[in-house]
């Protein structure tokens, strides 16, 4: 087993099979990219001010009973949280514990990345559905 392994955004492939798009943010697994075991970690990046960077959704669905922890690593964003706004510069954390709270962020400005985290608290992590049919 390897002691540590490191790699900068940039360095981290999209998977082959994703879809192209020029629109919307870019996703980079992150979780793939190192085989992390014990939680979810992805990053999206904003092409553009006005893209979702973390779509609008709860965990309820593809991954039930996650918590997220979102961590903005570079940019600006808005998220909403329940109905609430929340500004987050570079550097903001939020965390959604509740899974059938409803979030999203949208960018503020070009470039903006997200790092989510997730998981259960009650239980070992497994790779979702969702995950397993982009990068195999």
């Known amino acids: 087993m390897t002691r540590y392994a490191t790699a900068r955004l940039h360095e981290i492939p ?8 020029e ?3 870019v996703w980079k697994p ?19 001010r006005g893209d979702e960077v973390i779509e609008d959704h709860d965990e309820t669905g593809n991954a039930p009973g996650h918590e997220e922890l979102y961590f903005v690593s570079s940019g600006h964003a808005t998220f909403t949280v329940d ?10 954390f939020v965390y ?5 709270v409803r979030r999203k962020a949208v960018a503020k400005e070009p470039g903006t990345t997200v790092l989510a985290l997730g998981g259960w608290s009650d239980r070992p992590f497994e790779v ?9």
């Open 30 to 48: 992150v979780r793939h990219h190192f085989d992390v075991q014990a939680f979810g970690v992805n990053a999206w990046t904003a092409r553009a």
């Open 83 to 92: 109905g609430d706004e929340v500004d987050a510069p570079a550097g903001t």
């Open 128 to 136: 979702s559905a969702w995950e397993q049919r982009w990068t195999g």
């Open 96 to 100: 959604v514990p509740t899974p059938g």
């Open 23 to 25: 629109e919307g943010a």
């Open 14 to 21: 999209r998977p082959q099979n994703l879809p192209e798009s």
